[in-house]
C-alpha cells in the first residue's frame, strides 16, 4: 500500500529525513515513536506532499506521490488525486469555524470527488453515529469539546474514502480525560482493516494497537519491530536509551 525508498528531507543545511526506506502493506497500522525532531511528523508530511521531499520515493497505493515530471496545473491536479487516498489527522483539527459539522464533513466530498450532496451527507452522518456524534451535525466546531472536534476530523478524513489514514499526534492537543474517546475510534479502524500510520507519544496505545512500531532518531529509521519485540528487547542501544527515559 505504501512503499517509501531513500525519502530524505532537508531545510537548507538541516537533513531532517535521511534516507528513509519503509513499506506498508494494506491492513497495517504503523505506529511511529521517537524523540522530538527525530523526523516523525515531516515523514507523514512528506507523504501527501505537505512538505517536497529533497530526494528519493513515494508510491501510495501504485501512484508516484513525488512525481518530478509534473509541474504548474498538472502537479495539483496529481497530488489533488494523490491526497484523496491520503487521510489525515494533524494534532490541531483545522475545522472551518464558520461551517457546521455536517458542512465541514461533505465539503470534500462534494467538491473535490464531485459526490452528490445527498450521498455526502447520508456517508457523513453514518461515520458521525460510528464515533457517537450524530448529534452534533448541525453544531458549529467551537460547541465541542477538543475531543469532538478531533473525532469530527477523523470522519473528515475518513469521508474521503482514502486508502491510507496518517496520524500525526492526534491526542497531544488534548487534556488527558479526553485522549481515552479519540484513541477508541483510532483503534476501531485498525479493527475495521485501515492501513495506518500514526505518530504519538502514547505508548500504551502504540503496544496495544500497531502491527508493527517504528523508532525514529535523528532523521532515520532506527528500529521496526513487532511491538513485542520493540518494547520488550529492543535491539539497538538508541530505542533502549529512549524507552528509558521515557519509563524513568
Known amino acids: 500500500m505504501v512503499k517509501i525508498n531513500a525519502l530524505k528531507k532537508s531545510y537548507g543545511q538541516l537533513e531532517v529525513l535521511r534516507s528513509v526506506n519503509?513499506?506498508?502493506?494494506?491492513?497495517?497500522?504503523i505506529v511511529i515513536i521517537g524523540p522530538s525532531g527525530s523526523g516523525k511528523s515531516t515523514l507523514l508530511r512528506t507523504m501527501n506532499h505537505l512538505e517536497t521531499p529533497s530526494g528519493g520515493t513515494i508510491i501510495v497505493n501504485n501512484t508516484l506521490v513525488n512525481d518530478d515530471n509534473l509541474s504548474g496545473k498538472m502537479l495539483e491536479h496529481h497530488l489533488c488525486k494523490v491526497r484523496t487516498n491520503l487521510g489525515m489527522v494533524?494534532?490541531?483539527?483545522?475545522l472551518f469555524p464558520h461551517m457546521t459539522i455536517l458542512e465541514n464533513i461533505i465539503e470534500g466530498p462534494t467538491i473535490v470527488l464531485k459526490q452528490a450532496r445527498q450521498e455526502a451527507t447520508r456517508r457523513a452522518i453514518k461515520?458521525?453515529?460510528?464515533?457517537?456524534?450524530?448529534?452534533?451535525?448541525?453544531?458549529?466546531?467551537d460547541m465541542l469539546s477538543g475531543g469532538q472536534k478531533q473525532r469530527v476530523a477523523i470522519v473528515r478524513a475518513l469521508a474521503m474514502n482514502p486508502a491510507v489514514m496518517l496520524f500525526d499526534e492526534p491526542t497531544s492537543a488534548l487534556d488527558p480525560e479526553l485522549v481515552g474517546e479519540v484513541l477508541a475510534v483510532i483503534e476501531q479502524l485498525a479493527r475495521d482493516g485501515m492501513t495506518m500510520l500514526i505518530v504519538t507519544h502514547e505508548m500504551s496505545f502504540a503496544q496495544k494497537v500497531a502491527d508493527r512500531v517504528i523508532f525514529m532518531d535523528g532523521g532515520y529509521i532506527v528500529?521496526?519491530?513487532?511491538?513485542?519485540?520493540?518494547?520488550?528487547?529492543?535491539q539497538h542501544q538508541r530505542t533502549q536509551q529512549f524507552l528509558a527515559s521515557i519509563h524513568s
Open 22 to 29: 519503509l513499506d506498508v502493506n494494506a491492513g497495517e497500522v
Open 90 to 94: 494533524f494534532q490541531h483539527f483545522n
Open 127 to 141: 461515520l458521525l453515529e460510528s464515533v457517537g456524534l450524530a448529534d452534533k451535525q448541525n453544531a458549529y466546531p
Open 223 to 234: 528500529e521496526d519491530g513487532t511491538p513485542e519485540q520493540l518494547f520488550g528487547n529492543p
